[in-house]
T-cell receptor, first 105, second 114 residues
Framework: KNEVEQSPQNLTAQEGEFITINCSYSVGISALHWLQQHPGGGIVSLFM???GKKKHGRLIATINIQEKHSSLHITASHPRDSAVYIC???????FGTGTSLTVIP | EAGVAQSPRYKIIEKRQSVAFWCNPI?????LYWYQQILGQGPKLLIQ????????DSQLPKDRFSAERLKGVDSTLKIQPAKLEDSAVYLCASSLLRGADTQYFGPGTRLTVL
């Protein structure tokens, strides 16, 4: 069992749809990170959160420390949101295996 | 603000050869990370530096991998000798503080071992 697990592994959505990606973790985490990785591109940090909710543009991240669960939401999805989304955290910065998102025009 | 720089971007070597990767973090960032990302997997932390000291290298295969950050700025990661399973993207990241702080990633070095 991985320390950080994500679901779904792959996600295809129509442009404009509301998207949710889930992350569950079994290790102690003081802060959880959501990252974005485009094909052939580098990794960009989207959010770092320790509690509650953060919003940036069309992206919203929430975390429930007690339940060891976090979600990343994308509102009004767009083809340029197509990427791999990764959650990570813990002392050894465990990464989830990522969710590959494809948004179809 | 300049981002995290890495070189080379691509490297192809034969097994049992040696290779070195270089990383220049964002100016002023005390913490530097090296990750290994095998195709289709999430990154795995290899080593974390705080200034020029090692914070965590528990997942670094020390029989063949080594890393240093002598002056607390640039860092090099070396593999000697390389194995086929070392083929991966090696990512460097830096953060201002240690622990719960945003990490900024470099573009990575794609290593192919033949």
């Amino acid at each position: 069992k991985n320390e950080v697990e994500q679901s779904p592994q792959n996600l295809t959505a129509q442009e404009g749809e509301f998207i949710t990606i889930n992350c569950s973790y079994s290790v102690g985490i003081s802060a959880l990170h959501w990252l974005q990785q485009h094909p052939g591109g580098g990794i960009v940090s989207l959010f770092m959160l320790s509690s509650g909710k953060k919003k940036h543009g069309r992206l919203i991240a929430t975390i429930n420390i007690q339940e060891k669960h976090s979600s990343l939401h994308i509102t009004a999805s767009h083809p340029r949101d197509s990427a791999v989304y990764i959650c990570a955290g813990g002392n050894q910065f465990y990464f989830g295996t990522g969710t590959s998102l494809t948004v179809i025009p | 603000e300049a981002g995290v720089a890495q070189s080379p971007r691509y490297k192809i070597i034969e097994k049992r050869q040696s290779v070195a990767f270089w990383c220049n973090p964002i100016s002023g960032h005390a913490t530097l990370y090296w990750y290994q990302q095998i195709l289709g997997q999430g990154p795995k932390l290899l080593i974390q530096f705080q200034n020029n000291g090692v914070v965590d290298d528990s997942q670094l295969p020390k029989d063949r991998f080594s890393a240093e950050r002598l002056k607390g700025v640039d860092s090099t990661l070396k593999i000697q000798p390389a194995k086929l399973e070392d083929s991966a993207v090696y990512l460097c990241a830096s953060s201002l503080l240690r622990g719960a702080d945003t990490q900024y990633f470099g573009p990575g070095t794609r290593l192919t071992v033949l």
